[in-house]
């Protein structure tokens, strides 16, 4: 079992919905970020979370720390949003960055 | 525009070519990172440099070889890859270690390669 997993695995929704995407994992932790991936293939940084909730413009991101449990949130989806959604989480033993296998979302016009 | 800049975009080689990837940042980072990036699995580690020394070498075989010049320049050279070398290399860096996870890493375009 992957150590950070991700859920669903490929979404596809209508413009204009509310879209959620989770990311749970199994070890201790200093931060969960989550990053967006375009097809292209350049990754971008969208949040760093340790505690709480972060919002940016239509994007949320939420974590529960004691269920170990994160959501990245999409307010009203647009078809540029359409990209892979990656949860990394840094784990407090060894530093390491331990990546779940990501997201695919599609959202169709 | 992340900031990091990696060429070349795609690249196609033989099994029995010599090629390089390159990595440039102006950011004034000091950790630089290569990332293999394989079909529908997540991001593999493979090298982390430092201040110019590298950290970490994640049993990465040998015919991938990294080089880091100066902290704004990464290099990976490529030689007698196999077909299952194929993937997408990312390029990242950071202010500091580890793995820029507190502080934001910054990742490159990628290189798509594949090895005939």
């Known amino acids: 079992k992957n150590e950070v997993e991700q859920s669903p695995q490929n979404l596809t929704a209508q413009e204009g919905e509310f879209i959620t995407i989770n990311c749970s994992y199994s070890v201790g932790i200093s931060a969960l970020h989550w990053l967006q991936q375009h097809p292209g293939g350049g990754i971008v940084s969208l949040f760093m979370?340790?505690?709480?909730?972060k919002k940016h413009g239509r994007l949320i991101a939420t974590i529960n720390i004691q269920e170990k449990h994160s959501s990245l949130h999409i307010t009203a989806s647009h078809p540029r949003d359409s990209a892979v959604y990656i949860c990394?989480?840094?784990?407090?033993?060894?530093?390491?960055?331990?990546w779940g296998a990501g997201t695919k979302l599609i959202i169709k016009p | 525009e992340t900031g990091v800049t990696q060429t070349p975009r795609h690249l196609v080689m033989g099994m029995t070519n010599k090629k390089s990837l390159k990595c440039e940042q102006h950011?004034?980072?000091?950790?630089m990172y290569w990332y293999k990036q394989s079909a529908k699995k997540p991001l593999e580690l493979m090298f982390v440099?430092?201040?110019?020394?590298?950290?970490e070498n994640n049993s990465v075989p040998s015919r991938f070889s990294p080089e880091c010049p100066n902290s704004s320049h990464l290099f990976l050279h490529l030689h007698t890859l196999q077909p299952e070398d194929s993937a997408l290399y990312l390029c990242a860096s950071s202010q500091d270690e580890p793995q820029g996870l507190n502080t934001e890493a910054f990742f490159g375009q990628g290189t798509r390669l594949t090895v005939v």
């Open positions: 979370l340790s505690s709480g909730k």
């Open positions: 440099y430092n201040f110019k020394e590298q950290t």
């Open positions: 950011l004034g980072h000091n950790a």
């Open positions: 990394a989480v840094l784990s407090n033993s060894n530093y390491q960055l331990i």
